[in-house]
Antibody, heavy 118, light 107 residues
Framework: EVQLVESGGGLVQPGGSLKLSCAAS????????MHWVRQGPGKGLVWVSR????????HYADSVKGRFTISRDNAKKTLYLQMNSLRAEDTAVYYC???????????WGQGTKVTVSS | DIQMTQSPSSLSASAGDSVTITCQAS??????LNWYQQKPGKAPKLLIL???TLETGVPSRFSGSGSGTDFTFTISGLQPEDIATYYC?????????FGGGTRVELK
């Protein structure tokens, strides 16, 4: 079964850090670009970041540029999102997403919740 | 950034009705437009890519059309299991952007 399973979410204070992980299974992880998409409480979907298949190219939304870092370990079939200098507005469910090609998101994880609050 | 304006933000329809959602891009995005369905408490699901291509396994009552800046998503014969929020997403330019969503409810 094709699956993405996120972990690492939780409660963190403003200014703190958190690292999300996403374990992939059921497909050849190294063949696919991967993304993080987030959804604030009661809000819509917001694209956060993407990484190409070998990890060489990364792109970020302006709202997280310089604070978040996307990376991947193809040997471990795992995608990461290192989040630093967290703000209240980063509070959201973070989804790990597979790109089937052309930035169409065909496989989604179940999401991991990040709450930034004092 | 490309702004995606979805309308309506919510709608109520009866089972069997045809439902239409529109999505307008702030600039020409060719046909680089995808549609997703999100049920409460669940992750989104890809329904249509490149404006009109049905994703594998998606029922044929779902359809999409349009190009340039104006796009339409239709459910032909609403089913109770279609109750969800639907999002459009442009994939023509970074940053990738989504519409605000359309909540579909049963009357």
């Amino acid at each position: 079964e094709v699956q993405l399973v996120e972990s690492g979410g939780g409660l963190v204070q403003p200014g703190g850090s958190l690292k999300l992980s996403c374990a992939a299974s059921g497909f050849t992880f190294s063949n696919y670009w991967m993304h993080w998409v987030r959804q604030g409480p009661g809000k819509g979907l917001v694209w956060v970041s993407r990484v190409n298949s070998d990890g060489a190219w990364t792109h970020y939304a302006d709202s997280v540029k310089g604070r978040f870092t996307i990376s991947r370990d193809n040997a471990k079939k795992t995608l990461y999102l290192q989040m630093n200098s967290l703000r209240a507005e980063d509070t959201a469910v973070y989804y790990c997403v597979r790109d089937q090609g052309g930035d169409a998101f065909d496989i989604w994880g179940q999401g991991t919740k990040v709450t930034v609050s004092s | 950034d490309i702004q995606m304006t979805q309308s309506p933000s919510s709608l109520s329809a009866s089972a069997g009705d045809s439902v239409t959602i529109t999505c307008q891009a702030s600039q020409d995005i060719n046909n680089y437009l995808n549609w997703y369905q999100q049920k409460p408490g669940k992750a989104p699901k890809l329904l249509i890519l490149r404006a009109s291509t049905l994703e594998t396994g998606v029922p044929s009552r779902f359809s999409g059309s349009g190009s340039g800046t104006d796009f339409t998503f239709t459910i032909s014969g609403l089913q109770p299991e279609d109750i969800a929020t639907y999002y459009c997403q442009q994939c023509d330019n970074l940053p990738l952007t989504f519409g605000g969503g359309t909540r579909v409810e049963l009357k």
